[in-house]
């Protein structure tokens, strides 16, 4: 006899979108500020060999009012060892990067000129910051600028701008190779027929270089572009990510295992703006993406990786549009995307702060650099360097389906964890029928790590997932599904 039924062969839930994971941030360990007669401003800092941080921004020191190229060393706590300044008479300057060099001193890019004619300015100092050498390069007549630099394997260095192709309408991005003297080898452009405008680029594991940036398309409308190039700034390949509805640009480019985090903005027909976090795999195919809005508008300026397999985020938050003042902006996403973390920062007092790059120390705490004032009048700011702690507690680190949902759970204190409530509620599916509630204590020993399974159940669809520990709660979003087949016998 035959007989045809159904049988129910597996049960899995698909975690599709992490949404939102909130968590007592840690504090801040320090903040110092640095001023000089008129303005002040910082745009990039690195940790030393030494345990110290060195930045570079511009400052103006003397009427009538031209910026220098600032270059400044701290020690470990942020304590000013030296500051140095580069002028050229009657001109203006700027440092956007600063890289510690092999032979200790230091690599910085930026820009020179005034008005609609600028050019690419590379300066070399020593581990003294005293100068080394300093030029500038112009390819257009119009403007070109210079965002990031980085040592070759030769000794020299390669430069990342942007230069004009036609008349301030149209730009392209351009690569410089330097000897280690500051001679210019060679240079290249990278773009089309529209608009390109790089931010960063990042050394690749095999030696080549990954360029974030802008594109424009045939509409005006931008998406966010990258670019691999070879160590003879040879395009192997590039690709566009957005939507055609919305501008999109990238700001920030960092390899991490088995490919690249993305930093992006997006600006909607609003003009208001949001994160967008993108992960790549070496090849440039999109592994997942992350969208962050707040209250107002957020423009991110840097991505960093983390020890813990996360990202730290630095920017700028605008809470009132009629008056742009803004709050420097720090953000701590886990591995899978998801918000640890959130602080904000007001030295100004009502005017304009910025958060203009941030990086984990080696020690496990967070820095970053930035400037407060009064920008818009070209009145008084001032820099400011920073250190967040590392955290030091119990985070929920991931979230995970399959035939159960499980919570990997950390304790970055240096004793047991003793107590944790881990609580998962899991609602939704079709007709929500679905409704789960489990919760279970843990200890997690000093530095170590727990993984923890809610019991299975049995839904159709989209749900719902809360992963509560210690009352702090993290929103998820899946889909949970059975497998059904036909059997004869």
Known sequence: MLVCGSMILGVGTAIAINTVQHSSAPEFEWIQTFDSILNDRAYYVEQTADGGYIFTGSTIVTPPGYTEVLLAKTDGNGEES???NFPIYMTNLYGTAVHQTSDGGYIIIGSVGGMWLWDVQVIKADENGDLVWQKSFGKSDDVDHGYDILETSDGGYIALGQTTSDELVDFDFWLIKLAADGTEQWNKTI????????RQFTRTVDDC???VGRTDTAEGIGDLWVVKIDED???LWEKTYGDSEVTEYGVCVTTVSNGYIVLG???DMNWTESLWVIRLDSKGKLLWDRLISEEGTVFGTSI???TDGGYFITGNLITD???FFSDAYFLKLNRQGARQWVKTLELSHGFQDEANYGMQARDGSYVAVGDYGEFLFNRTSDTFLLKIEAENGVVLDSVTGGFKVQALVKNFGSTEATDVSVSFRITGGILHLINVSYTETISIPAEGEITVSCKPFLGL??????VTINDVTSDYEGRQFILLTKLQF
């Open 82 to 84: 030296w500051r140095n």
């Open 191 to 198: 773009g089309g027929t529209s608009s390109e405008e790089p």
């Open 209 to 211: 270089y990954v360029i």
């Open 233 to 235: 700034g040879d395009v």
């Open 265 to 267: 903005n997006v600006q």
């Open 304 to 306: 960093t990786p983390t």
């Open 321 to 323: 549009m009629e008056s």
């Open 461 to 466: 669809g989209p749900i719902d997932i809360a």
